[in-house]
């Protein structure tokens, strides 16, 4: 199972660390900590894989068309959660990059399970018997979404900095040893570029099998390049 830790020793981050390029913020989220904060016992998990999106100069990402109503959020102050409705199932998660009227973000697509694992297997409507069944949770953007009870009513606009707020991302210190940089999935419009970041040999990212599993590299050290 899981390296359990405490929420309180996770201490949220700064706005200043999302008011930044998305593809360095990107990197850097990963071994980072989604909390959402609870009555009885908040729910963590890690930060395993990300998508970068720049703006109105990515063809792929939703501020591509300029700012609407719908993708405002985008264009606002950084570290808030932007939610967006795909596929008529599933929400999928993003936080906002760069300075105010920028419009960058960062996708989250799969989380490691930390705290309040039997919470999230009901809100998936699945059984988790054995470790090996616990990506069923949080491996792909709406999986993720489902387990944190994640919808655009609840969290759009979010502020992820805040222990206040529906959602937050913190740091608890764990090491980012080993990332892995890949092109993006799942979409049409610039899906070669490589903005795709994940922790090589995590069993809980999404996506074809071949990339969860890598031979092992020295701390610290990137296996692709942007």
């Keep these: 199972m899981p390296r359990q830790h405490s929420p309180h020793a996770i201490r949220p981050l700064p706005r200043a660390f999302f008011n930044r390029d998305p593809r360095r913020v990107a990197r850097e989220l990963l071994g980072k900590v989604l909390v959402r904060p609870q009555d009885s016992s908040d729910l963590t ?13 990515d063809p792929a990402a939703h501020a591509f068309i300029g700012r609407t109503p719908r993708n405002s959020v985008l264009f606002g102050p950084p570290g ?11 929400f999928c998660l993003n936080v906002s990059c760069e300075p105010e009227g920028l419009a960058g973000c960062v996708l989250f697509r ?28 949080t491996s792909g953007p709406g999986r993720l979404s489902q387990a944190f009870g994640i919808t655009r009513t609840r969290d759009n606009g979010a502020d992820l900095t805040s222990r206040q707020s529906s959602l937050w991302i913190g740091d608890d210190g764990f090491p980012a040893r080993v990332v892995r940089l890949t092109p993006r999935i799942g979409i049409k419009q ?19 099998k071949a990339l969860r599993i890598h031979p092992p590299a020295r701390p610290g050290k990137t296996l692709l390049h942007r």
């Excluded at 799969?110 to 949770?137: K, N, Y």
């Design 45 to 57: 998990a890690r930060i395993v894989e990300v998508e970068a999106y720049l703006g109105e100069k």
């Design 80 to 90: 808030h959660a932007y939610v967006y409705f795909i596929y008529g199932n599933y």
């Design 110 to 137: 799969a989380l490691e399970p930390i705290h309040g694992i039997q919470q999230m297997a009901r809100a998936r409507g699945v059984e988790v018997p054995s470790p090996r069944d616990l990506p069923r949770l």
């Design 190 to 208: 610039a899906a070669d570029r490589k903005l795709r970041y994940l922790l090589a040999g995590n069993p809980f990212v999404s996506g074809p």
